[in-house]
């Protein structure tokens, strides 16, 4: 592919094809974009929807979002999109494996993304034409992707999905996987160098905790130690009256503002709610309590915002091996992870241990759906409903944490209960008003709830599809005929979760 040079005000060099607003472009090329593209108004938006046989419900952008200006998108036009000359070259460009050059796009726009560090952008109006192509993919190119990117078990789901009375399926799978093979070590964009801090920045940082007193003060003395200390710090702490030592957060001993909340309420939403309210600062911080933080953590997440122009980012958790673990164990982890730390790219997760928002799209959302009290999947639903709305989150290698994961405490020891049957059994938020009896749901209900608020119905058909194949088949093979004489019994169970998820639904987000 042939493409044209454009070099931008600052310097830096662009590849195209077509016709983009080059005035445009340079301005978008001061920002986190690396792939930018007008692709919706053209006939690429949702295309290839045959991904969602490999990630139905746990792949963030498989749906291209609505009513957005602009938004990350890997369904590139190989007739229509700029990219960075540095990005391109560190990438490959098009894959000629592939005989369409719509897979050839569409391929390398979703292992830029998925894999490879690079920020894919739709922007509307940056190219013109709205002429409408017909996306035509063959079996044989379906295959070869899945084949190229990921383990053999998915392409024969799409198989089974597909039909196995279908010889013309059977024959584009079988080239595939004899003349392909799984991709690794593909390269990894780098990260920016982080520009110097502008301004005076304000941030509020705040720490839920439970049960956990001694970790949290542990925190705190980290967060005193920091290079750009945070304006204000809020405790939300549901520890027990019985329990607790309210003599132990004295706000004397530090030089930030001190707010402590001892929580009435239940559950981690809830206390990041009520810890939200009390922020005053710019950029709002979210931590565990069981975290070590290195002496820079702040000052990078605010470089790294200002340096990529986004909107919020997620730091690099690093689980410790042992809850006694120290800064040292995080210097060897990341020393361990060699290049693959510095992944910087559009975040595929969001987690409340380690990330960083500006408050301003934080009171946009309100604050955590509390429906997940109880249960799993409320960090995700937040930075997965902030990019929904056109925010950028990005991943951020530069501001890293140990997770300490003590054996006891925190916010799922109320959770616990959960995996109880019987009369010990306490109820849990997300049952409202019908308590498990007989049937555990499984999976959980709080996640059946996320994949039926953020995805379409068809892609929860093929969740369904895929979780009981992979109940069947991917266990020990002595046991399976156990587990397919089980499979009425899991398929309650999956039923019952769906039954607590379309109540959750039925009441809407809320964060009170």
């Known amino acids: 592919m042939i493409l044209q040079e454009h070099k931008t005000a600052s310097g830096e060099i662009i590849l195209y094809n077509g016709r983009p607003d080059l005035e445009q472009l340079d301005a978008l090329a001061k920002g986190y974009g690396d792939i930018w593209h007008s692709s919706f108004e053209q006939g690429y938006k949702n295309a290839f929807m045959d991904l969602q046989h490999q990630s139905s419900v746990l792949f963030w952008y498989i749906n291209d979002f609505d009513n957005l200006d602009q938004c990350v998108s890997w369904r590139i036009n190989p007739n229509h999109f700029a990219i960075r000359k540095h990005v391109w070259e560190t990438l490959g460009g098009f894959d000629s494996d592939y005989e369409s050059i719509q897979m050839q796009a569409l391929d390398f726009g979703y292992v830029a993304l998925?894999?490879?560090?690079?920020?894919?952008l739709y922007v509307k109006g940056l190219f013109q034409s709205q002429q409408q192509e017909q996306i035509r993919i063959s079996a044989r190119d379906r295959y070869v992707f899945y084949i190229k990117n990921f383990k053999i078990d998915h392409a024969l789901f799409m198989l089974y999905r597909k039909g196995?009375?279908?010889i013309s399926e059977w024959r584009a799978f079988l080239y595939a996987k004899n003349n392909f093979k799984?991709?690794?070590n593909r390269p990894i964009l780098a990260p920016r160098k982080l520009n110097p801090l502008e301004g005076r920045p304000t941030v509020s940082y705040i720490i839920p905790t439970m049960l956990r007193q001694d970790f949290t003060l542990r925190l705190l003395d980290d967060l005193s130690l920091q290079t750009y200390p945070p304006t204000q710090v809020v405790v939300v702490d549901a520890t027990p009256q019985d329990k607790r030592d309210e003599s132990l957060y004295d706000p004397k001993n530090f030089d930030?503002?001190?707010?402590v909340i001892w929580q009435q309420s239940k559950g981690s939403c809830r206390a990041r709610n009520e810890g939200i309210e009390l922020c005053t600062g710019e950029y709002i911080v979210f931590g565990d309590d069981d975290i070590r933080i290195p002496a820079d953590f702040i000052e990078n997440h605010l470089r790294f915002l200002q340096t990529y122009q986004a909107g919020g980012c997620n730091g690099l958790d690093i689980m410790a091996t042992a809850p006694t673990q120290n800064l040292e164990d995080l210097k060897l982890r990341l020393v361990s992870l060699g290049e693959s730390r510095w992944y910087a790219g559009s975040t595929q997760m969001f987690s409340?241990?380690?990330s960083c928002v500006k408050k301003k799209y934080v009171d946009r959302l309100i604050g955590n759906d509390i429906n997940y009290d109880g249960g799993y999947g409320e960090d995700g639903d937040f930075g997965l409903s902030l990019i929904k709305l056109g925010i950028p989150v990005?991943?951020?290698p530069f501001s890293t944490n140990l997770h300490l994961k003590p054996p006891s405490g925190g916010y799922r020891f109320w959770g616990a209960q959960a995996k109880m049957m019987g009369k010990k059994r306490k109820t849990q938020p997300w049952e409202l008003d019908t308590p498990v009896k007989w049937i555990r749901p499984v999976p959980s209900p709080t996640l059946m709830y996320?994949?039926?608020?953020?995805?379409?119905?068809e892609q929860l058909t093929e969740f369904r599809h895929k979780y009981f194949f992979l109940y069947l088949f991917k266990g020990p093979k002595a046991s399976i005929l156990l587990r397919l004489l089980n499979i009425p019994y899991r398929q309650l169970q999956f039923n019952r979760s769906i039954f607590y998820a379309k109540k959750l639904l039925a009441l809407g987000v809320r964060t009170k």
Do not use: D, S
């Open 114 to 120: 998925r894999v490879q560090g690079a920020v894919p």
């Open 164 to 166: 196995l009375y279908k």
């Open 182 to 184: 799984q991709i690794g």
């Open 256 to 259: 930030f503002e001190l707010k």
């Open 352 to 354: 409340n241990a380690n």
């Open 394 to 396: 990005l991943h951020n």
């Open 450 to 457: 996320q994949f039926h608020k953020q995805f379409l119905p």
